[in-house]
């Protein structure tokens, strides 16, 4: 995006803060952020492409026998998933950070912190929720049986917003460094660990009948508690990152 | 009380006090070390199961204790360091990091060697080793990222943001993997219950886990001490240190 709009619409958000209107802010870093991926497609298709080439890679180098696909489909969809997030964090914050939005952003008299929740939200409506729903595709692939594929979507949507708000705390941290996309994959997937989890284990859990809603809630709880933390160590990374 | 914590987190003050007390640590952590050791090696009895591979539980366990002790530690050290910017905090949290991960290495490692005779294979992806293994990474990443910034100050405070946010994930972590899989035999040694083991097997893992712990805050004093010196090189106090050396 040309620095010229950017500060046009910085401006826009600057303007809105006589009103103190907080939720006016919010929406428009959303609507930037999503017009901005609208205008290169590629940054959100990537992922994707990432995700459906990725799971198809296992057939091939496992083996296509549909029993022996059916008991790691949960597992292979999962951490696919996983990987792909991981793909799409580096760009989070990356662009913002090298045309000095980030820094109007911290200028402007509103929180960092929700802006940051504004940007979260925007990478994950873009990344995490087409994951959930080209996952049914992938799940044929892999002979994943029919019954569980509503749980596979259901705890996908609920499991990659936790992974945007984690991931987004490792993207702030290595936005400022050269090679960061290397340490970023270091910082972050220990910490997907237990969506990772509960997000297979739901999918299992469908395959074998078992109940479902215990892995969804733990993976409900495991969301809400990266809502309550991770803005703020997005946005007290983001500091760092601005400052170093 | 806030004059007492500012004149501790004076790195000039801290140097003085730390020459005092130093020696006194080193001391307790060999003589406990060696008297541990001696004890548990030589005269607890052997287990009736496992016979005498049981022994490596006192590396094992202290070391394990450690790994996660340290993590926590240097997480307030970094919350300390981010509130009230006491140089000195962070000091302590850059000695500190690299012996947590060498702890966990070393609860991994003696963990693994433990299989063998017990399990009868190196690696098992038991619930506690899988979440040691992920805590190395937590370790590896804190050390990786502060070493990544240009700046001291940036690297610090990267480093301090990462450390909260992995020791609230910790026990996420612990508790998710606990309820993924579990196959360790349960908890041998807690502070809070009565000790499933007999006194004489239990009284050297104790005195082990105090002599690993002094081990631990001598060493991370001595780390300190040489951070503080190297950063401290072109203050006053330093140079006549270095002076009165020669």
């Known amino acids: 995006m040309p620095l010229s709009e950017t500060t046009r619409r910085v401006a826009v958000i600057s303007e809105s803060a006589d009103q103190q209107h907080l939720g006016i802010a919010l929406g428009a870093t959303l609507r930037r952020d999503l017009n901005r991926m609208r205008r290169r497609p590629g940054d959100v298709l990537n992922p994707l492409v990432f995700y459906a080439l990725a799971v198809s890679l296992f057939p091939i180098g496992i083996s296509p026998e549909a029993s ?10 999962w951490v696919t998933a996983l990987l792909a997030a991981l793909l799409s964090l580096d760009g989070l914050f990356r662009s913002d950070f090298d045309d000095g939005s980030l820094e109007q952003m911290m200028l402007s008299p509103y929180s960092l912190t929700a802006l940051a929740v504004a940007k979260v939200a925007a990478h994950w409506l873009l990344t995490g929720l087409p994951m959930a729903l080209m996952a049914p595709l992938l799940g044929i692939l892999l002979a994943l049986p ?10 996908l949507v609920l499991g990659s917003a936790s992974l945007s708000l984690i991931g987004g705390i490792g993207a702030a941290l290595t936005v400022g460094l050269p090679r960061g996309s290397v340490l970023l994959s270091l910082l972050v997937l220990p910490l997907y660990i237990p969506v990772l989890i509960f997000g297979s284990g739901a999918v299992q859990a469908a395959i074998m009948g078992d109940a479902v809603l215990p892995h969804l809630a733990m993976l409900g709880a495991l969301l809400a508690a990266a809502l309550i933390f991770a803005p703020w160590a997005i946005a007290a990374s983001l500091r760092i990152s601005i400052n170093g | 009380m806030w004059g007492l914590i500012h004149k501790l987190g004076s790195p000039k003050w801290f140097y003085q006090l730390s020459t005092r007390l130093q020696p006194w640590c080193w001391g307790a952590a060999v003589l406990l070390l060696v008297t541990g050791s001696v004890w548990g090696l030589f005269f607890a009895p052997a287990d009736y199961q496992q016979g005498n591979s049981f022994r490596i539980i006192y590396v094992h366990v202290p070391a394990a204790f450690l790994a996660q002790s340290v993590f926590v530690a240097m997480a ?16 302590a949290a850059a000695a500190m990091a690299p012996l947590g991960a060498v702890m966990t290495f070393v609860a ?19 619930a506690r080793l899988t979440s040691m293994l992920i805590l190395l990474f937590l370790y590896i990443g804190v050390i990786a990222l502060r070493g990544a910034f240009g700046r001291r100050d940036s690297g610090a405070r990267a480093a301090s943001v990462l450390a909260m946010v992995g020791v609230i994930n910790i026990p996420i972590i612990k508790y998710s993997v606990d309820w993924w899989y579990t196959l360790h035999q349960p908890a041998s040694f807690t502070l809070t219950s ?11 893992l104790l005195i082990m886990v105090l002599g690993f712990y002094c081990f631990f805050i001598a060493l991370t004093l001595m780390r300190t001490r040489s951070e503080i010196l190297r950063r401290e090189a072109k203050a006053k106090w330093v140079q006549t240190l270095i002076e009165e050396a020669r």
């Open chain 1, 146 to 155: 029919m019954h569980s594929i509503g749980v596979l979507m259901a705890s």
């Open chain 2, 194 to 204: 009565k000790p499933a083991m007999p006194l004489e097997m239990w009284l050297p």
């Open chain 2, 76 to 91: 307030v050290a970094g919350l300390v360091f981010m509130v009230w910017k006491i140089k000195l905090a962070d000091m």
């Open chain 1, 68 to 77: 022996l696909l059916a008991v790691m489909a949960p597992g292979l969809l």
């Open chain 2, 108 to 126: 991994l490692f003696s963990g693994a060697v433990w299989g063998v005779p017990t399990w009868g294979t190196w690696w098992m992806w038991d």
